[in-house]
């Protein structure tokens, strides 16, 4: 078991060039597992949605980099800021867009939303087509 603090799993993630003009990219992961607290792990699922620059996510590594969360203990904000920041600097999008459902414990489910076109994270507030 880790605390967030003690992990780098930006390593693990790898990219494809890409040359191409526009485009939107959405990726579902939708078995994701972290531990809220110590021995209690957090299920939930993240939407990606990138419009890539020169480069776009390898897929297996996405996965392994998402694995990779399972035995360390973060916040389901935490993880979110920390996911986001790993892929901006990995991939430097121009627009990058995460959302993390939870599973309902508890009682409660929860949904996290980060978007990099928001201007509290340094955007433009361009694009208008927010969910």
Known sequence: MKKYEDVDLRG???A??????ALEIRHTAQEVTFLGVPNQPDYGQVD????????????KSL???FFGWRDVVVSYERFLDVVYGD???VYQPRRLRLSLRTNVRGG?????T???????RGG???FRNWE
Do not use: C, Q
């Not at 494809?16 to 003009?21: E, K, L, N, R």
């Not at 990606?48 to 897929?59: A, G, H, S």
């Open 87 to 89: 892929l901006m600097t």
């Open 48 to 59: 990606i949605l990138i419009y890539p620059r020169d480069e776009v996510p390898e897929l």
């Open 16 to 21: 494809i060039a890409y040359g191409g003009g």
């Open 114 to 120: 980060v978007d990099s076109d928001w201007s509290v």
């Open 63 to 65: 996965k392994e980099y």
């Open 108 to 112: 409660i489910s929860s949904e996290i």
């Open 12 to 14: 693990r993630l790898k």
């Open 124 to 126: 433009e507030d361009e």
